[in-house]
């Protein structure tokens, strides 16, 4: 497979020896885990600061026990970033929602059109909610959490979706701001059933 050398980013990307001890350390700790360093890293460490408050947020949202599975966070974060045309986000969290469902088939068939994707009803619900505040959040209404209760979602959860997509439509701006690239190994993984 051809690799990319292509630059990650438009801005500046700092070498690790120029970074502050808490963000190395975990650069370091994310390439212990995966084997790599996903791009979004080194280019948000461009701004040390908005990098920890980036990454604390998404901790707080993609990490927690939540009425909504990891999956379904991913799910969200893919089908919002197709909607949004948010390469980085599409390939990276589609890579992760592949995993993390062990379906070869979902991140395609979400980020192209989640409404014909193999899906069930809550989690078409879930979508349609959050592909609305990540377009047209002046228009969510008492209606629209109504719809969500009727899934079966709680209060707690519906905040959660909506948390979900409104930070991952701050996520593929900023990946559009700064042409973030996806790292090549996002293109392959979780494509045969059962990898992980």
Known sequence: MPVSHAPISAFEVPDEAELPEDIRERILAVQDKAGFVPNVFWVLAHRPAEFRAFFAYHDALMEKDSGLTKGEREMI?????????????????GAILRIREGNPLIADQLAVDYRHADISARQRAMLDFAVQVATASHTVGEAERETLRAHGFSDEDIWDIGAVAAFFALSNRMAHVTAMRPNDAFHLMGRQPGEG
């Open 77 to 93: 974060v893919v089908a919002t970033s197709g909607i949004n045309h948010c390469l980085y986000c599409v390939v990276a969290h």
